[in-house]
């Protein structure tokens, strides 16, 4: 069981940065995969990023990709999401999500996904 909780949403001009963070409770953190997706009215839920357990393996959408980073704090159950070079396209609500199943073919779908948090709203003016 982990819960998740999103924050460092706000609003950023476009070419600024913001850093979201995930904070996981609880003593089983390491033992999921984490993930970043976000949802843009009108649209269904999109992958964004994804980490491994251990941090070893990243994963990106195409859109993303070269802008936005990913990366776990084990020690201190986070996952942080640095987001540079933002573009309107980018505003969303992100939302944080842990799955226990480690398989990369795995890590781009909602479904896969055990918990979710309550999500933080990023928008971007242009």
């Known amino acids: 069981q982990v819960q998740l909780v999103e924050s460092g949403g706000g609003l950023v001009q476009a070419g600024g940065s913001l850093r979201l963070s995930c904070a996981a409770s609880?003593?089983?953190?390491?033992?999921?995969?984490m993930g970043w997706f976000r949802q843009a009215p009108g649209k269904e839920r999109e992958f964004v990023a994804a980490?491994?357990?251990?941090?070893?393996?990243?994963y990106y959408a195409d859109s993303v990709k070269g802008r936005f980073t990913i990366s776990r704090d084990n020690a201190k159950n986070t996952v942080p999401l640095q987001m540079n070079s933002l573009k309107p396209e980018d505003t969303a609500v992100y939302y944080c999500a842990a799955r226990r199943i480690d398989r990369s073919i795995g890590a781009y779908n909602t479904a896969n996904y055990d918990y979710w948090g309550q999500g933080t709203q990023v928008t971007v003016s242009s």
């Open positions: 980490i491994s357990r251990g941090g070893g393996s990243t």
């Open positions: 609880g003593r089983t953190f390491s033992s999921y995969a």
